[in-house]
């Protein structure tokens, strides 16, 4: 298991921008591909951006592509979320997660290890 939780959400005007970053501790950090979800209020949780084990491959939903930017620092047990030109549709809490499966980064399921999520409020 690798224990993850997650820090810089906060209140930002429009078209601002968010730097989410996710802490890891216990198992081997570079094992896993990382990916960060988000769940609105009344809406279900959803994928935003994953990233394979060595870094050399990430994926973003539509949504988030060209605006969101997923890295991560194996050396520091780390992965982060550039997050620009915010919207107010980006309004949620924000979640880290690990999954030791390959091939499969969208789907929720993979994933065991998860923080306990970050909230980012964007005001219109």
């Known amino acids: 298991q ?14 601002g ?9 216990g198992r081997t ?3 896993y591909n990382m990916g960060w979800f988000r769940q609105a209020p009344g809406k279900e ?9 060595s870094g050399s491959s990430t994926y973003y939903a ?13 050396a520091k047990n780390a992965v982060y979320l550039q997050m620009n030109s ?4 980006d309004t949620a809490v924000y979640y880290c997660a690990a999954s030791a499966v390959l091939g499969i980064v969208r789907a929720e399921a993979v994933y ?12 219109s």
């Open 62 to 74: 539509d949504s988030v592509k060209g605006r969101f930017t997923i890295s991560r620092d194996n």
């Open 29 to 31: 950090f570079s094992n």
């Open 86 to 89: 915010l919207k107010p549709e």
């Open 45 to 53: 949780r959803e994928f935003v951006a994953a990233i394979s084990w």
């Open 112 to 123: 065991n290890n998860w923080g306990q999520g970050t909230q980012v409020t964007v005001s």
């Open 2 to 15: 690798v224990q993850l939780v997650e820090s810089g959400g906060g209140l930002v005007q429009a078209g």
């Open 17 to 25: 921008s968010l730097r989410l970053s996710c802490a890891a501790s």
